[in-house]
């Protein structure tokens, strides 16, 4: 009987270690170079990338790949583009871009509606008013956005939102088991507790209405987590100004020092006398625009 229970302990073990081989041999990495039109999109649409050194855009631009081809985005009611995808890619880049080796191993899709839908995910009569969900249930693994709260969130760099952003800030705090507005895969241990407190202490100060945070994130702390993330990397040094315990946590959690980026303000179109993208020195009509 012992040599029997045994055998199953092992059975079941190698079960396990067979389906996550498997499962990282389906992880595909990009082999093709960046194609030059989705380099443009990030050119145009993407303070992040601009504030980014050659050789970090280059990593940048590995991640979006390596994201697209790894996530499928579908379109729900509205057609998408080359830029859709792409901007869904860049939202989630720039949350983990420091660290490398990040997988969103619970995102398997993200659906993108036309604008604001309801709990039942309907597009059209009352009570419309989400923006952004990651699913739950039967829904699990994927992501629901609006197609226009994804192209502001890059059009307005001003106003510290970006539902992209937020929501996959959620699928970040989600991968620890619970939404809770931990994020156990970041923040060390003995960071938690100060981190509770931070965020117990800024959600007082939204609630007396004394301070500039968006007011959603007095929600919980979940949301709390989601919103200062979207201020985070929007408006980075307006953050570390204001609240600065609360930049420095940010920093630590997400490794990343923002309020040093320099991140452009003012919207570059790419035209055939534009300097290349790649910065190459050479115009784009004598470089990329062909490719």
């Known amino acids: 009987m012992t040599n029997l229970i045994i055998a199953l302990v092992l059975l079941v073990g190698i079960f396990f270690l067979l389906r996550k081989i498997l499962s990282d041999k389906k992880w595909v990495l990009p082999k093709d170079p960046f194609p030059s039109p989705w380099r443009i999109i990030l050119f145009e649409k993407v303070n992040f990338y601009h504030a980014l050194s ?50 969103y191993s619970n995102l398997k899709e993200v659906l993108i509606y036309p604008d604001r839908f309801n709990e039942n995910f309907e597009t059209s009569g009352e009570g419309r008013n989400i923006l952004g969900m990651v699913g739950t249930g039967y829904m699990e693994g994927k992501m629901i956005l609006s197609k226009s709260a994804l192209h502001h969130g890059f059009q307005n760099e001003t106003d510290k939102k970006n539902t992209a952003i937020h929501e996959f800030v959620h699928l970040i705090d989600k991968l620890d088991g619970s939404v809770d507005g931990i994020p156990a895969l970041l923040l060390e241990k003995q960071y938690t507790i100060p981190w509770l407190d931070l965020i117990n202490k800024k959600i007082d100060e939204i609630y007396k209405k004394k301070s500039d945070i968006n007011p959603y994130g007095g929600t919980n702390r979940a949301e709390f987590f ?66």
């Not at 790949?65 to 901007?87: H, M, P, R, Y």
């Not at 320099?262 to 300097?275: A, D, H």
């Open 226 to 291: 989601a919103v200062a993330s979207e201020y985070f990397f929007e408006r980075p040094k307006l953050l570390a100004k204001k609240h600065p315990a609360l930049y420095e946590a940010m920093e630590e959690i997400f490794d990343h020092e923002m309020d040093d980026r320099n991140l452009v303000k003012n919207k570059i179109k790419v035209s055939r006398n534009s300097p290349c993208p790649c910065e190459s020195g050479k115009k784009f009509k004598h470089c990329c625009e062909g490719k």
């Open 54 to 103: 050659p050789e970090e855009r280059a990593l940048f631009e590995n991640k979006i790949q390596e994201f697209l081809l790894n996530c499928k985005i579908t379109g729900i009611a509205v057609s998408i583009d080359i830029a859709d995808k792409v901007l869904v890619a860049a939202s989630a880049i720039i949350p983990v871009f420091r660290f490398p080796d990040w997988r």
